[in-house]
């Protein structure tokens, strides 16, 4: 990666931090654990100039492959999938959360044909294990997921849990990097990146969970 690359990366952090895309403080999750940081990247479509700043960033992972299509996840990466594609000139598909009760009951819109590849774009990845249930749409209509490409790493063993699997993942920043900008940067004092650590070791170790022969067989065969 070039210097200039590492400059526009860290420039993405520090303003993401600015509009409390990233922010601290003491947050209940999901799982019910009590979390001393916060990412919501649904608030990106209120900031143009960061959606588009983070269009750019993952293109220069995306272009790497090849690819006929450009799947954004509902909901917080569908606005970043179609600013890719708006700005990149390339055609868009998205997963539906559920099949319509009417007209054609599609999963997945848009136009697209057998065996085209698709690059599936998403916000965060944290085991990785969510990932699977989106591939299925996708793949059920006779497409390749060709690479994956998520924005924020949670640290929590996402991006090889998909490589075991047979899908190619890559990822723009991780929570790690996140915390190290911030703290260089003197967004963040010592005792915030400390508890930030400690709290992301403690996650990490709880949702240590793998695909198995049971749940996941090989790439384009779930369970």
Not at 38 to 53: A, G, K, S
Not at 157 to 170: E, I, N, R
Not at 178 to 186: A, M, S, T
Request: net charge positive.
């Amino acid at each position: 990666m070039s210097l200039s690359d590492l400059k526009t990366k860290e420039q993405l952090i520090l303003e993401l931090h600015e509009v409390h895309i990233v922010d601290f403080g003491q947050f209940t999750l999901k799982s019910g654990l009590l979390s001393p940081y916060y990412i919501d990247l649904r608030l990106l479509v209120t900031f143009p100039h960061l959606l588009e700043l983070v269009a750019d960033v993952m293109w220069e992972k995306i272009r790497l492959k090849p690819f006929d299509l450009i799947a954004g996840i509902p909901y917080a990466a569908l606005p970043i999938a179609t600013a890719i594609s708006l700005r990149y000139n390339r055609p868009l598909i998205f997963t539906r959360k559920e099949a319509k009760n009417y007209g054609k009951g599609k999963m997945i819109e848009g136009i697209y044909h057998k065996g085209q590849h698709v690059v599936v774009v998403d916000d965060v990845i944290s085991d990785g294990m969510s990932k699977f249930e989106t591939f299925k749409p996708i793949e059920k209509e006779g497409l390749v997921v060709s690479q994956v490409v998520v924005l924020l790493d949670r640290g929590q063993g996402g991006p090889k849990t998909l490589q075991d699997a047979g899908y190619h993942c890559s990822t723009i920043t991780s929570m790690d990097e996140v915390l190290e900008v911030l703290y260089k940067n003197g967004r963040i004092s010592r005792e915030q990146l400390m508890d930030c650590q400690i709290f992301m070791a403690q996650s990490s170790k709880a949702s240590e969970i793998k695909p198995t022969k049971s749940s996941v067989n090989q790439k384009g065969k779930t369970k």
